[in-house]
């Protein structure tokens, strides 16, 4: 079976990474380790509560990388730009606090809308 370009890209991804890290130059020409983090897969019965939750219908795409892993950790530390893609359980958890959320990406510290 051919894979994703989701798939691809994580296989990809994760080929260059040594201990779950990957060294980058940043803008200002420094050369920093980052760290990358990967979540268990999620079970379709987590991604169907998801829906069944938020009214919200998932594309393809990020079901496919849910079902890989729910939620990662990229480009850590904090300070240098980090990514984190929550766990659905995490988005829901969210929605039901009222707080801000956007299927559960969140870039230095402000939650930004996806959809």
């Given at each position: 079976?051919?894979?994703?370009?989701?798939?691809?890209?994580?296989?990809?991804l994760?080929?260059?990474l040594?201990?779950?890290k990957l060294?980058?130059?940043k803008?200002e020409?420094?050369?920093?380790e980052?760290e990358?983090?990967?979540?268990e897969?999620?079970?379709?019965?987590?991604?169907?509560t998801?829906?069944r939750?938020?009214g919200?219908?998932?594309?393809?795409?990020?079901?496919?990388?849910l079902?890989?892993h729910?939620?990662a950790v990229?480009f850590?530390?904090?300070?240098?730009?980090?990514?984190e893609?929550y766990?659905v359980?995490e988005?829901i958890?969210?929605?039901?606090?009222g707080?801000?959320?956007?299927?559960?990406i969140r870039?230095?510290?402000?939650?930004?809308?996806?959809?």
């Amino acid at each position: 079976m051919e894979q994703s370009l989701i798939q691809k890209t994580l296989a990809g991804l994760k080929k260059r990474l040594v201990d779950n890290k990957l060294t980058v130059q940043k803008e200002e020409g420094f050369v920093e380790e980052m760290e990358f983090y990967f979540r268990e897969p999620a079970t379709d019965e987590e991604i169907q509560t998801f829906t069944r939750s938020t009214g919200v219908q998932l594309p393809e795409d990020y079901k496919t990388f849910l079902r890989i892993h729910n939620g990662a950790v990229l480009f850590k530390p904090w300070f240098g730009g980090q990514f984190e893609l929550y766990m659905v359980s995490e988005i829901i958890e969210h929605k039901k606090l009222g707080r801000s959320w956007n299927l559960g990406i969140r870039l230095d510290i402000k939650m930004v809308v996806i959809y």
